[in-house]
Structures are given as C-alpha cells and as structure tokens.
C-alpha cells in the first residue's frame, strides 16, 4: 500500500515540476520583460488601452522552505489519514461478515426447530389418533370363507430358501 503511495506522490510531483518548467522557462528566458493586460487576455507586447503588470516573485528561500514543511506535513497527515480509512473499512466488513454469518445461523436454527416442532405435531397427531378397525383377514376370528371349508386356514407363504 506505501509503494502505492510513493508512485502517486513521484507522478504528482513530476507532473507539478513538468508545469512548473513549462510556465517559467519562457519567463526566465524573457528575462525581465514586461507583461502585458489587454482586455481579457495577457500578452508580452503592449496594446491600445492595455496596462503593464508588475509580476515579480517576492517569495525568499525561507518562504519556499515553509511551503515545502508544510506540503511534506500535508502528504505525512494525508497518509495518516489513509490508513485510518482503511483500517475502519476492514472493521466495517468484519463486522458486516460476522453478522452475516450470525443470522445465517439464526436461519439455520430457526429452520431445524420449525422442523422438529413439525415432526412432534405428526407424532402427536398420529399418537392420538383413533385406532383403525382391523379388518376380518386380520382380526383372528375364525373366517367363515371357503378355506374354512376346506378344513385348513390360508397362510402366508415366505419367501427364502429354507423351507418350513
């Protein structure tokens, strides 16, 4: 993240000094060449009704320095405030995952209650249910059909290899 940074702050940098060169290069190469107002525009040569600027550079070495401790001040706070960002935006997103996570469980455990709380409800409901009538193949009594008749009671046959 700090080289990041860094590439920012030498192509900020380099693009100021580029439009730095390009706007005092053709004044320090006029020398003290006067400077022009006509109208809305500027120019080097004098025009009808235009009136000549003074545009000199009062600033000391003093005052560049300051204005360079004060751009170094502003750069160390901008990054200082970088990282505080960054770090309550990671914060946030934990935040915002566990508690995801949490109501994704909440759902999970609210489903399988509603589930069990189903399943007793069958139990119960088929619990206390009346009990079906047996029919008279099942009932046990004796059965008046044609294999009483025939003197023996039907079986059912099993199925295997033993036979009994």
Request: hydrophobic share 35%.
């Amino acid at each position: 993240m700090k080289n990041r940074t860094r590439t920012r702050k030498a192509a900020a940098a380099a693009l100021l000094l580029a439009a730095c060169g390009t706007f005092w290069m053709p004044a320090a190469a006029q020398g003290k060449s006067a400077t022009y107002r006509c109208g809305n525009t500027y120019t080097d040569r004098p025009c009808e009704g235009g009136k000549q600027l003074a545009l000199d550079d009062a600033r000391t070495e003093a005052d560049r320095r300051a204005a360079e401790a004060a751009t170094r001040r502003a750069e160390q706070r901008a990054d200082q405030l970088e990282r505080i960002r960054l770090s309550q935006e990671k914060e946030a997103y934990e935040r915002s995952r566990r508690s995801a996570h949490d109501a994704r469980q909440a759902a999970m455990a609210e489903r399988r209650l509603a589930a069990s709380e189903q399943l007793a409800r069958a139990r119960a409901q088929k619990l206390g249910a009346e009990p079906r009538k047996s029919s008279p193949r099942f009932s046990g009594a004796a059965d008046d059909g044609p294999a009483a008749a025939q003197g023996g009671s039907r079986r059912k046959k099993r199925n295997g290899s033993s036979a009994g």
